[in-house]
């Protein structure tokens, strides 16, 4: 056990006996994060009944915006990231999330603005509210009942759908991702149904099943992406927007969660780039000199070494969804591969399941959510308590 600063403590090797004991995996997870990442299924139902219950349809009065623009930071952030990817390409208004306080300066009362913030009470959010309110834009707004973000709304006679809170806000990216997508459906822009919500909901139900605290490492798939990446540089990579944005999900949590540095990014970018890190000293010049007889102990100590997750949305999407040939994206995804089997980097890959891309992307995001609180369990932390944000916001707001 290592005594860190700032009161936090942990093991700098992961301890993979503990993954095995329910009671010490419970005793390490005070707060209840597995909990909170195995309730991703109930939320998309939950929010899918407060969308219903909020009135919507005064956004469709005025008929299909000019822009939309999602306004939220973090986790909240990352809901504008899947509704441009579910909106796709084909999408007949362009799909904006920001990510700082206010709005673009060219927004007015031709758009949209759908403000989100768990807490419901971020200064980018409240910013957002404000300022497409003075502007004359559509406001929706999507966090914590009884919040600033609240008032805001009702100030401007705003629909506002009141989703309870779970901290830390990574615990709620389902219950703040579906009201995005049911507002961004009645002005038009998704085709998200009731079946893909259901079934969408069905599967993360079926992978927090899959990755229970209660089901070993050797049929537990988030149990065993996290002791592959223990010790390692994680490299995430999505073979498509819509993994891209799953990978880019899996960067917020093992960093939030499990403390790990991590690259993630798109393939098709990375390709033209960053897939040079193979070839490096935490890559193939790494695994090069690897002793195949060595004391596998011994050698997880002797350097750290790359480790690429590939998500792959499995060529399953409608050929209109995307921008690329499939086959582009297969091929880019199948070469990656054999490069990093060449380097002797290992690689894990989730393909995506399902049939919406809604459910695609529950399918490559509930394993990895489940293996960033696992990875943070194995090396003795408390995935839920993360000193450095608070800390940051205490010296930041001075
Ligand atoms: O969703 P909120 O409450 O606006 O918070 C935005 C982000 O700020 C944090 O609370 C960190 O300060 C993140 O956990 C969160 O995603």
Known sequence: MMEGTAGV?????????LLDNPGALAEQDPGGMLRFTASAGAQVRESAALAAEANLSLLADEGRPRAVVIAGIGTAGRTGDVLATVAGPRCPVPVIPHRSAGVPGWVGAADVVIAVSASGRSPEALGAAEAAHRRGARLVAVGAPDSQLQSVAERARAPFIPVPRRAPARASLWALTVPVLLAARTLGL???NEADLAETAARLDADADRCRPTAESFVNPAKSLALGLAGSIPIVWGSSPLATVAARRFGDTLSANARYPVVTGALGEAGRGRVGLLDGVFGGLAEGKRDIFADPD????????LRLVLLRDGGLNAEDDTDEPLAVEERRADAVQTLAERRGVRCDVVTAEGGSALERLASLMAVPDFASVYLALAHGLDPMAVPAITEMKELANQ
Do not use: C, L, M, Y
């Open 9 to 17: 403590s942990g093991h700098r090797r992961a301890d993979e006996s």
């Open 190 to 192: 998704v085709k998200v």
């Open 298 to 305: 011994e050698a997880a100590v002797d350097g750290t070494r």
